[in-house]
């Protein structure tokens, strides 16, 4: 098997040109939702189609019914696929039709190889003799395995062994081993859902470089993304969902087509400012940080964070900037707690006095909170509801002598509900059913709940849409308006250009920079994120 074997084994099947697939009438409910309603999609041979919409708008829902997520009979409507009636019944059976999905959640398992990952439920059976006796089944030909897994390695450009265990790689690497296992499955068309979410640029620009030399060898592609630079650099379509209804498609081809004008489809109006108005009213020092040091758990001897520095006021919202790799994460979560890293050393002020934060609660007790990036898992219990979310963080505030008031339980999360303008039915909805964006308000609140002067706020607007954005901006403009301290941690560099009065920069674990809001552009902030690099280098 070589790389041309698995190219024209992926792109084989069915007549060349014209349309691959077509969806008519797609009409999905749950229980009190309408989730698709009549929508039709058609996909032509051989293009990178873009799906663009609201979190809530029917993405996710319309791949997986056409994957066979949700199986035929779960929805009304029709999928033609190479011109013949489709009626899947699982995964399965749309891999067979070589349709495959790579879901945001990356299904890998971290303690196998990359090529047990690639051939997991398709492995590879010994043939033959060993040792003058006939191999039985349920055997596996582990060279070849390895073999062709290194390969399919080759084709999408990733530099690793086979036998590395998927637990070794970084998320960049870990989507191309994704890819890589769809394309052992003889992919014809393939499915990416928010594939660069989670990556920083370097990673994200390779996939897209990738996306782009499937399309040439023939490999359809339909990807789903909330970052509109990347659909308009790649996609040769640009379809557009909103409350589960189709509303246009578009062809940016002829360079027409805007950002502005997809955001149009998408929210149902413009949007003028992509950040809300702000007339910042700045006191005094709230957080205080000094010479601080974090080493590694898994490498004691290697600093994550050194000799830092940086000084939060009331009620301004200040941005930190890095690579990835370049130490923001391992900073806020050692400064909350310690809930990160060993051989901790250095100094935190707080309104002026230097406090010991050895544990969360800690930290919690001087107003101090931290939203994690990863809200899914560790931000959320998915499958509590919105109150028990909401109230976790400051039980006490709620409960006499070990047992919780129900009651205020319950008006507090409505209060937040109405507040944050959380789209849920209730507040006894489960949190793992909310959109990307109301599950993020719904962390939000549990923190803002804790009564805190100082926010650390992680990636709070990772893969979530336009309009969800703008309300989370709005929430922490109002925080920093009541005269709260906000750190905010982004690697999109336009949110933290929009948003903060001052912007500190890190690269290698160091501070490199502080640039007030009127003297930062991205290019400065860029020279100051790749110093600590070059250095290092």
């Known amino acids: 098997m070589t790389t041309d074997d698995i190219t024209e084994a992926a792109a084989a099947g069915g007549p060349g040109g014209g349309d691959i697939l077509r969806m008519r009438g797609i009409t999905k409910t749950f229980p009190g939702v309408n989730a698709l309603a009549d929508v039709d999609l058609t996909v032509r041979r051989g293009e990178i189609h873009a799906i663009c919409g609201e979190n809530g708008a029917g993405k ?80 596996v030909d582990w060279n070849r395995t390895n073999h062709e897994a290194g390969l399919l390695l080759e084709r999408v450009g990733l530099p690793e062994n086979p036998v590395t265990p998927i637990a070794d790689l970084g998320v960049g690497k870990q989507q191309l081993v994704e890819i890589a296992k769809a394309l052992s499955k003889r992919v014809r068309l393939l499915i990416l859902d928010e594939p660069t979410a989670a990556l920083n640029d370097e990673d994200s620009a390779h996939l897209l470089n990738l996306m782009r030399g499937l399309r040439d ?93 940086l000084t939060l006021r009331r009620g301004e919202i200040v941005g930190l900037a890095g690579l990835m790799g370049a130490g923001r994460t391992e900073l806020a979560m050692s ?127 990772r893969g979530i849409d336009v309009g969800a954005k703008y309300e989370i901006y709005t929430i922490i403009n109002r925080l920093a308006a009541e005269g709260r301290a906000i750190l905010l941690i982004s690697s999109e560099l336009p949110e933290l250009l929009g948003m903060c009065d001052r912007i500190y920069t890190m690269a290698a674990g160091r501070i490199t920079g502080e640039v007030p809001r009127a003297e930062a552009t991205q290019e400065r902030l860029m020279s100051y994120m790749t110093m600590g690099r070059e250095q290092a280098g």
Not at 75 to 95: A, T
């Open 335 to 461: 400064v909350f707690g310690r809930s990160y890293g060993v051989d901790i050393s250095g100094r935190v002020y707080k309104d002026g006095e230097q406090v010991r934060l050895r544990t969360v609660r800690d930290a919690i007790r001087h107003g101090i909170a931290y939203a994690t990036e990863d809200r899914k898992r560790y931000g959320l219990n998915l499958i509590q509801d919105i109150k028990r979310n909401v109230s976790a963080a400051r039980l006490g505030k709620l409960s006499r002598a070990g047992w919780v008031n129900e009651y205020d339980e319950y008006r507090v999360a409505e209060e937040f509900r109405g507040g944050m303008n959380i789209k849920a039915p209730s507040v006894s909805a489960v949190a793992g059913q909310l959109s990307g964006g109301n599950q993020q308000k719904v962390v939000l609140s549990k923190w803002i709940f804790t009564d805190p002067d100082v926010l650390i706020l992680d990636e709070p607007t």
């Open 60 to 139: 996710s829902t319309l791949m997986k019914v056409l994957s066979g997520v949700y199986p035929h009979g779960s929805y009304d409507g029709e999928i033609l696929f190479d011109g013949e009636p489709c009626r899947f019944s699982g995964i399965r059976d749309s891999e067979e039709r070589g349709i495959v999905i790579i879901h945001q959640e990356l299904a890998l398992c971290p303690q196998l190889s990359i090529a047990e990952n690639i051939f997991l439920g398709n492995e590879r059976p010994a043939r033959g003799l060993l040792g003058g006796r006939l191999l039985g089944r349920g055997l």
């Open 217 to 309: 060898d023939g490999i359809t592609c339909v990807i789903i993304s909330h970052k509109l630079n990347e659909v308009l650099a790649i996609a040769d379509t640009v379809s557009v969902l909103r409350d589960g209804r189709m509303i246009e498609t578009l062809d940016p081809s002829g360079g027409g087509v805007t950002e502005d004008r997809i955001i149009s489809g998408m929210v149902g109006r413009d949007l003028e400012h992509r950040f809300p108005p702000r007339e910042p009213e700045i006191g005094g020092e709230a957080l205080r940080i000094e010479d601080w040091t974090v080493h590694s758990p898994a490498q004691r001897d290697r600093a994550v964070v050194s000799g830092a520095a």
